[in-house]
């Protein structure tokens, strides 16, 4: 079955699917996306993700292509041309073509492109025994928080990871820890949960916002604060969470062994926990 793409109001093969070269997504990274988790055929947070969408818009002066409740019916539309059952959907939005000039062109149509990919979420085999992990140089820009496409900075410290065999790199600046290349990163110590407060040196994750309830139904503490490298090895756990990863356990920090190598016992709970919310609460 050939891949389907949406590109500008058509869904297409996948290698028909194009844009022009003078998109300013291609020539300026002047455009923002969303990947969404798919679970049994259904949207995982996808609430969230879109009102995410929109608020990265907004910080950009960036029109919306198509309203966002004809978002979740293209994106669904997607998933069952693809006859997508578990993984993710991929969705992307720049501020179009037009002459290249630095300043936002006045007259330019926004480009929306989707595509989907298939990947193994529940039963991704890199739970059962957690994750190695790599701390980076945070080389990013000042707004992290808007889920920009210029993601050259986390494409390079995910290169750093891949080559000495780590799944993510959790990138760190002036000693603290800001986030994985493409995660929210997590610690627990003493029973209690530490994450990266919100600001403008994070991307506010969904998954995060939901993992934040589950712990708050499970009574769990939880500090949202800034946390040094030397708390990231000294953690009793680390996890990681993401709508390609969901709650990941992390296993190995740099050349440290964490929780006796295997997953902790909070990052095992809250993955299950998850996983069950998303298959009650998700939408298709
Ligand atoms: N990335 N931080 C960064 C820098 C990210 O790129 C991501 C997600 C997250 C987690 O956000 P969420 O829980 O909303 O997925 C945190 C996506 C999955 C990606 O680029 O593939």
Request: aromatic residues 4%; hydrophobic residues 45%; charged residues 25%.
């Amino acid at each position: 079955m050939p891949r389907i793409a949406y590109v500008n109001g058509a869904f297409v093969p996948l290698e028909d699917a194009k844009v022009s070269v003078l998109d300013r997504g291609f020539l300026f990274a002047d455009g923002v996306y969303e990947v969404t988790a798919v679970i049994d055929g259904k949207l995982v947070d996808n609430a969230a993700h879109l009102a995410r969408l929109e608020r990265s818009l907004g910080e950009i002066e960036m029109a919306h292509p198509v309203p966002l409740d004809t978002l979740t019916e293209l994106q669904l539309e997607l998933a069952r041309r693809n006859e997508l059952t578990e993984g993710g959907i991929y969705l992307q939005v720049t501020r179009g073509a037009a002459e290249r000039d630095f300043a936002y062109p006045k007259d330019a149509t926004p480009t929306l492109v989707m595509f989907t990919q298939e990947r193994n979420l529940v039963d991704d085999p890199r739970a059962k025994n957690g994750v190695a992990v790599v701390t980076t140089p945070d080389l990013r820009w000042k707004r992290r928080d808007i889920k920009s496409v210029a993601m050259l900075a986390q494409a390079m410290a995910k290169q750093e990871a891949a080559k000495v065999g780590a799944a993510e790199a959790i990138m760190v600046e002036d000693g603290v820890v800001t986030e994985g290349s493409s995660s929210t990163a997590w610690i627990v110590k003493d029973g209690r949960l530490i994450t990266r407060n919100l600001s403008n040196s994070v991307l506010p994750g969904v998954t995060r916002l939901s993992v934040l309830a589950l712990c708050e139904e499970l009574g769990l503490e939880v500090e949202e604060r800034t946390y040094t490298v030397d708390e990231l090895h000294e953690a009793d756990e680390v996890f990681i969470t993401a709508a390609t990863t969901l709650v990941m356990p992390v296993t190995k920090v740099d050349d440290r062994i964490m929780s006796n190598g295997a997953p902790g016992p909070i990052a095992t709970r809250l993955r299950q926990l998850y996983i069950e919310t998303a298959r009650r609460t998700s939408v298709g």
